[in-house]
């Protein structure tokens, strides 16, 4: 390629690239109106050769969700250095196989010349060449195995790196809350686009548990893919199931914010009585729906794990409600509230009110 052929040819063909074909070889040429230039011969079996090698194959994981930016770029990291891996060590038993040849070949060299003293000169001419292959093989294989190192070294940094995001992503999505404007205007009219001909709004979010992910077995099942929460992959686990919360902020990022509000209640509410509470009480003081972002237990927590794997709620409930500042009590009415029925609810005030010292408002469902 690249040498310049002059005086063949005919001088009035037409400027640009021809092509002449064989039976075994394929010739390319440029006429540039004066000269012939940028002669190429390429063998048939060449061409057939890179027409038949593979291409690479996307990575499925990129259509996981969620995933964030620096999620995203980490993982694609680290399949750029598995692939460079990848080929690097198949170069390794190629080297292997050419340097025990090389060693064989200088053995067999250096015997003959002992043998036949008239062809000492050659043969020894022969053996050094033989020698600065092995010589260069070696130093290439050192070199590869040297860079399989540092490959295998930066991928386990842009695997901690990844771990580190993950775990980031993880705390940043378990203090989000899903806002207040989600609730009232889209909410239900999603329930019911999934449950035709059900009356969601007398359901109660017990009920709607069961609806979604049989919670009353012994273990965990999705019900039902609401918001298409059940089918996207949760990265810290790699596990198909993540909570509601996040399910909304992938369907439209301005529904989902860091939570400046916690939900003190009780999953024995009915859907629509409860967000009308939280309606007025947002309306009642100055609150902006769609900048108020509520930490609800039952859109926030990953249910898979709350439900399936038991997790300890003890644990993670003060950095919670701490993170949110503020905490809002939901009743369903003044006497025999089912609010004080339950363990749970008295033990989060019992955390706002007397450990953490945080403003508690209240909210009625209705008047009693």
Known sequence: ??????????????????QFDTDREAVKIN?????????????????TRSEKEPRRRQDPVLDRMPLRRTEKRAHEEIQR?????????QQ???????????????????????????????????????AEVVRQIDSRRQAIEAKRQDIHAALTKARDVLANETAKATAERAEEGVSLDFLANHFVPELKRQFPGVDVE????????????????????????FLGHASLVDPSDEEAGVSLTTAIWK????????????VSWTWRYRVGPFIEALVEHARRNGLVPDSLFLWVCFFTNNQRRWLGQHQDGVAVFAANVSSAKRVVCVLDKYQDSLYFQRLWTLFEMFVACIVLNLEVSLAIMEEG
């Open 92 to 130: 390794i038993p190629e080297v292997n196989a050419r340097a025990e040849d090389a060693h064989k070949d200088l053995q067999y060299k250096d015997a003959a010349r002992k043998v036949a003293e008239e062809e000492a000169c050659k043969k020894q001419a022969e053996a050094k060449a033989a």
């Open 81 to 89: 250095l598995l692939e460079e891996l990848k080929e690097t060590e």
């Open 31 to 47: 006429w540039s109106g004066r000269e012939w230039t940028q002669l190429r011969v390429e063998s048939k079996a060449e061409r």
């Open 202 to 225: 007398q359901k109660t979010f017990s009920e709607l548990a069961e609806m979604f992910w049989d919670s009353g077995r012994q273990g965990f099942a999705h019900k039902t893919d």
């Open 1 to 18: 390629a690249g040498e310049r052929v002059t005086g063949f040819f005919f001088r009035n063909a037409a400027i640009g690239l021809w």
């Open 251 to 262: 369907k439209n990022t301005k529904h989902v914010g860091k939570a400046n509000l916690f």
